[in-house]
């Protein structure tokens, strides 16, 4: 009881004392600013360098998602931009409804998602796969060289693709219809022949998107402690052990937050790749298009721009909730491979 007794008289007082000048510095405004600007002054040099990406996700990130509430609404011109949302009749989910009660809406889902899967799985395997060869080649200048070679197409638009497609494709003047010939055999009206474009696709997108891909990983495998390659050689380990037990697992944290941001996106397509590419041919709709070319199209010939809205606003949610979901699933089994 003593013990007890003299925690109520002595310390008691003393917490109870600290909470409450605790308490009446966080209501006081006044000290409450001086640390802000306290902060601020002492981090100014951070602040100022990430000062040109806040003002830039600002404007083009944060303030067009007020724009967000016209794919509720029956979009008509009424002079300016906000004048035009504030005036336009509400209509509720009737934008929705009309994206999904569409004959195309389980086409274009489809192809949006299975897409984006293989380009997500094909694509992390082949650029880890090319990250570890190229850190592997021994001449660095010709790595180098390879680097340079594989990251080129990656700065090439999509309509210049488009082209180079083309040209293997015409059915006139193709390198596949020549190479066709040669084995006697009949030339191929490619932009007409759907059953090749899913295998077309994939292939052009891993041509672009390789090298880049490759090079962040690469970046992260020179990172990695070359100490740990030496304890692996010590211990007997060959080349394809060092990989598996050495490089594979110190990648792993860079490969799940790329995966997590890809499947952000996985209701996203590359507009240029299922548009210039395939050059807008009507045969192949079945098995290229997708959700953005589906709402360019009816945006070109109908202009709903509510339903083109509810389309980009259904596509934000659901990766939202696909990125919380994958997030949520890793943090399951290793915490410091989440994203957050």
């Given at each position: 009881?003593?013990?007890?007794?003299?925690?109520?008289?002595?310390?008691?007082?003393?917490?109870?004392?600290?909470?409450?000048?605790?308490r009446l510095e966080r209501?006081n405004p006044m000290k409450?600013?001086?640390?802000?600007?306290?902060?601020?002054?002492?981090?100014?040099?951070?602040?100022?360098?990430?000062?040109?990406?806040?003002?830039?996700?600002?404007?083009?990130?944060y303030l067009p998602m007020?724009?967000?509430?016209?794919?509720?609404?029956?979009?008509?011109?009424?002079?300016?931009?906000?004048?035009?949302?504030?005036?336009?009749?509400?209509?509720?989910?009737?934008?929705?409804?009309?994206?999904?009660?569409?004959?195309?809406?389980?086409?274009?889902?489809?192809?949006?998602?299975?897409?984006?899967?293989?380009?997500?799985?094909?694509?992390?395997?082949?650029?880890?796969?090319?990250?570890?060869?190229?850190?592997?080649?021994?001449?660095?200048?010709?790595?180098?060289?390879?680097?340079?070679?594989?990251?080129?197409?990656?700065?090439?638009?999509?309509?210049?693709?488009?082209?180079?497609?083309?040209?293997?494709?015409?059915?006139?003047?193709?390198?596949?219809?020549?190479?066709?010939?040669?084995?006697?055999?009949?030339?191929?009206?490619?932009?007409?022949?759907?059953?090749?474009?899913?295998?077309?696709?994939?292939?052009?997108?891993?041509?672009?998107?390789?090298?880049?891909?490759?090079?962040?990983?690469?970046?992260?495998?020179?990172?990695?402690?070359?100490?740990?390659?030496?304890?692996?050689?010590?211990?007997?380990?060959?080349?394809?052990?060092?990989?598996?037990?050495?490089?594979?697992?110190?990648?792993?944290?860079?490969?799940?937050?790329?995966?997590?941001?890809?499947?952000?996106?996985?209701?996203?397509?590359?507009?240029?790749?299922?548009?210039?590419?395939?050059?807008?041919?009507?045969?192949?709709?079945?098995?290229?298009?997708?959700?953005?070319?589906?709402?360019?199209?009816?945006?070109?010939?109908?202009?709903?721009?509510?339903?083109?809205?509810?389309?980009?606003?259904?596509?934000?949610?659901?990766?939202?909730?696909?990125?919380?979901?994958?997030?949520?699933?890793?943090?399951?089994?290793?915490?410091?491979?989440?994203?957050?």
């Amino acid at each position: 009881m003593d013990g007890i007794s003299r925690f109520i008289l002595d310390e008691l007082p003393q917490a109870l004392g600290a909470a409450n000048r605790l308490r009446l510095e966080r209501v006081n405004p006044m000290k409450a600013f001086g640390r802000f600007f306290k902060d601020i002054n002492r981090n100014i040099a951070l602040l100022l360098m990430v000062l040109p990406a806040t003002i830039w996700f600002i404007f083009f990130s944060y303030l067009p998602m007020l724009g967000t509430v016209i794919s509720f609404k029956e979009y008509r011109v009424h002079g300016g931009f906000l004048s035009s949302i504030i005036h336009s009749r509400w209509v509720g989910f009737d934008n929705f409804k009309f994206l999904f009660s569409t004959e195309d809406a389980y086409v274009i889902t489809r192809n949006t998602l299975l897409y984006n899967i293989v380009f997500i799985i094909i694509g992390l395997v082949l650029a880890v796969a090319m990250a570890i060869v190229l850190s592997e080649i021994a001449n660095k200048r010709l790595a180098k060289w390879f680097q340079t070679g594989m990251f080129l197409p990656y700065f090439l638009s999509w309509v210049i693709v488009g082209y180079f497609v083309y040209s293997f494709l015409s059915y006139d003047r193709g390198v596949m219809n020549k190479i066709v010939l040669a084995f006697g055999m009949d030339p191929q009206q490619w932009y007409s022949e759907p059953k090749y474009w899913p295998f077309i696709i994939v292939i052009v997108f891993l041509w672009k998107s390789l090298g880049y891909n490759s090079v962040v990983y690469l970046a992260a495998i020179m990172g990695i402690d070359k100490s740990l390659y030496e304890a692996a050689m010590i211990d007997g380990a060959n080349k394809w052990q060092q990989i598996r037990n050495v490089t594979l697992p110190m990648l792993a944290p860079l490969m799940t937050i790329l995966t997590l941001l890809a499947i952000g996106r996985i209701f996203y397509a590359d507009f240029g790749l299922f548009y210039q590419v395939t050059r807008d041919s009507g045969t192949l709709y079945n098995v290229t298009n997708v959700i953005d070319t589906y709402v360019y199209r009816g945006l070109k010939t109908t202009g709903e721009i509510g339903m083109s809205t509810a389309a980009g606003l259904y596509q934000s949610f659901v990766g939202f909730v696909l990125v919380i979901t994958s997030n949520w699933i890793v943090r399951r089994f290793n915490k410091d491979n989440a994203l957050f």
